[in-house]
C-alpha cells in the first residue's frame, strides 16, 4: 500500500533557528513529490513539485530535496510568518491521479 | 488570473440530509479533484474528473458523487449524510488529468449534526 509519512508532527523553532522537516514515503512508481503550506482553516497552498532524486527546489528561506526514499523540506533562519502545518503528498502509479498525502508537519516560530 | 474559489465557506446540516457543495476552477484547468480533510489529517482524495467525466476514485462510499459542467467549474454531493463526514472539504484544480501540481480551493467547513 502507497504510503507517506510525515516526521516530526510538531516542531517549535525560535526565530533564525533553521531545521528541516521529514517526509518518507513508500510507493510503486513515484510520478511526483509535492509540498505545500497549510494556514488553519485554509486550503493548502502550492510551494514545490519534485520528480527524481537528487533535484532541489528553492523559495525564499524554503529548500526542498529529495532521494529515492524521502523527501526534506529545510526552514533556513525561519521567521513568525513561516508557522503553518507543512504537507508532503505522491503522485504514484502509471496514471496517477490522485495526491497521498501525510498528515503534516505543524511548524511553530515565535520571535 | 482568479483562482480555485469553493462556496459555501461553511455548513451546517444534520444526519442524513444531504448536500451540494460547489467549485470553481483556476482559469486554463480543465481537471478537477475533490479531497476530504478531517481534522489533524492529511487530505484524502474523494474523485477527480477531467473533462466532465471521472478520472479516479479514492476509498469513499457512493452517496459521494460529483459532477463536471463545460466550464469545468464542478460539484460534491453526498447524501445521507453522517457525523463522520463533518470535514473540511478541499477542491483542487490542475491544467490536466496527469499534470502534476493541483491548486487548492479555500474549502468548505461541512459540521454533521
Known amino acids: 500500500e502507497d504510503q507517506v509519512t510525515q516526521s516530526p508532527e510538531a516542531l517549535r523553532l525560535q526565530e533564525g533557528e533553521s531545521s528541516s522537516l521529514n517526509c518518507s514515503y513508500t510507493?510503486?512508481?513515484?510520478?511526483?513529490l509535492f509540498w505545500y503550506r497549510q494556514d488553519p482553516g485554509k486550503g493548502p497552498e502550492f510551494l514545490f513539485t519534485?520528480?527524481?532524486a537528487g533535484e532541489e527546489k528553492e523559495k525564499e528561506r524554503l529548500k526542498a530535496t529529495l532521494t529515492k526514499k524521502e523527501s526534506f523540506l529545510h526552514i533556513t533562519a525561519p521567521k513568525p510568518e513561516d508557522s503553518a502545518t507543512y504537507l508532503c503528498?505522491?503522485?504514484?502509479?502509471?496514471?496517477?491521479?490522485?495526491?497521498?498525502f501525510g498528515k503534516g508537519t505543524t511548524l511553530s516560530v515565535s520571535s | 488570473e482568479t483562482g480555485v474559489t469553493q462556496s459555501p465557506t461553511h455548513l451546517i446540516k444534520t444526519r442524513g440530509q444531504q448536500v451540494t457543495l460547489r467549485c470553481s476552477s483556476q482559469?486554463?484547468?480543465?481537471?478537477v479533484s475533490w479531497y476530504q480533510q478531517a481534522l489533524g489529517q492529511g487530505p484524502q482524495f474523494i474523485f477527480q474528473?477531467?473533462?466532465?467525466?471521472?478520472?479516479g476514485r479514492g476509498n469513499f462510499p457512493p452517496r459521494f458523487s460529483g459532477l463536471q459542467f463545460p466550464n469545468y467549474s464542478s460539484e460534491l454531493n453526498v447524501n445521507a449524510l453522517e457525523l463522520d463526514d463533518s470535514a473540511l472539504y478541499l477542491c483542487?484544480?490542475?491544467?490536466?488529468?496527469?499534470?502534476?501540481?493541483?491548486?487548492f480551493g479555500p474549502g468548505t467547513r461541512l459540521t454533521v449534526l
Open positions: 519534485l520528480y527524481s
Open positions: 474528473y477531467y473533462r466532465e467525466e471521472e478520472n
Open positions: 510507493v510503486s512508481g513515484l510520478r511526483g
Open positions: 503528498a505522491v503522485q504514484v502509479g502509471q496514471a496517477g491521479t490522485a495526491l497521498i
Open positions: 483542487a484544480s490542475s491544467p490536466g488529468r496527469y499534470s502534476g501540481a493541483q491548486y
Open positions: 482559469s486554463g484547468h480543465n481537471t
